[in-house]
């Protein structure tokens, strides 16, 4: 194993913000593999880039789904370190989350939104609107939150480099360091003005080149994922989407919105199963669920368009799904909580 737990824990709990040449050329280590990520699990788009759609149907490795992050190291490591059982894997040991991606017997799905801290950090963004309203745009507030974020970011661009083919991370309506309104994105603020704060904090602690290749790895993001039970994507899908369509998301603002920022009740009547549909095609559709987050759940999960969609982020617990193939998910016993010492 290149980069054991150890390593792992440290950079996730560094007391700094990583310095300017690691997270340039991690960033840019990433981004090269997933630009050039034409393989049978993801299709080129008609426009000649890495596609929308991961499609392992073809893969019987069982599934771990990660639901929004929000710039929680604790939650990422406590995944990595998180014991699966023989059962799960399939074979005569119990592995953690990490030796189980290296030794190729998991696949790993995050559903997005990697920055921007949430529900317990609300008085920390009050504090940085105060630094911000100052003119201090990398003050101490500031400095802890994107300490939290980047390196979550780090970890998790690490994993894809180790493991490019069982690691994957969808993008969410968070990925858009850019702050922009276009193609699909939209600039965000919910406590504060986060997105903007991001980007300038970004812009002038690190420089434009940090931004720049940060935003390579947002657009080199796929969009949605299947397998032979479960459809994944950020959010609830706003239309039935054709494969196709889903394939050249990238071109089309209106599917990248789709997945990534639905309302709750704002999606179409039945475009769930009509997506697991087109992506599953010839498989037998009644025992895959779709998978997904964005909109925040009081409990474990809520159920969505006549039960198929299956909401599950939580940003106040450390759940995680474990989807075994060949076998339907349910979410009463298969979302797990990784934050044991709790």
Known sequence: MDKDLKYFKELLFKSQLPDHDFLFNLAEKC???METEFTDYRPASDSGIPGGVLDYRNSSLPLVV????????KFVYNILKYPLTEDFLGTDKSYTVLEALDKKLINLVCVGDALHSEHSSIIRWFAISTEFKFGITTGTAMTEE???GLNTICSLMELKCLYPENF????????NIMNKSSEGDYGFRKYADEGKMVRTFI???????????LSCVEYDMPLIFVNQNCVISHAEPKKGFTKNQLINARTDGTVVEGLTWTD???AEDGSVELVIKNLAEMNDIENYVYLGGHRPVSGLYKLRQNGKYIQFHNPGEQHVALVKNGQKFDPDFDLVDVDTEC
């Open 31 to 33: 981004s090269v593999i």
């Open 203 to 213: 812009t002038d602690y690190y420089g434009d080149d940090v931004l720049y290749i």
């Open 168 to 175: 994957q991370f969808l993008k969410g309506n968070h990925e």
């Open 66 to 73: 990660v639901p929004d992050i929000h710039a929680r190291p």
């Open 146 to 148: 994107m300490k939290d």
């Open 264 to 266: 709750n009740d704002a």
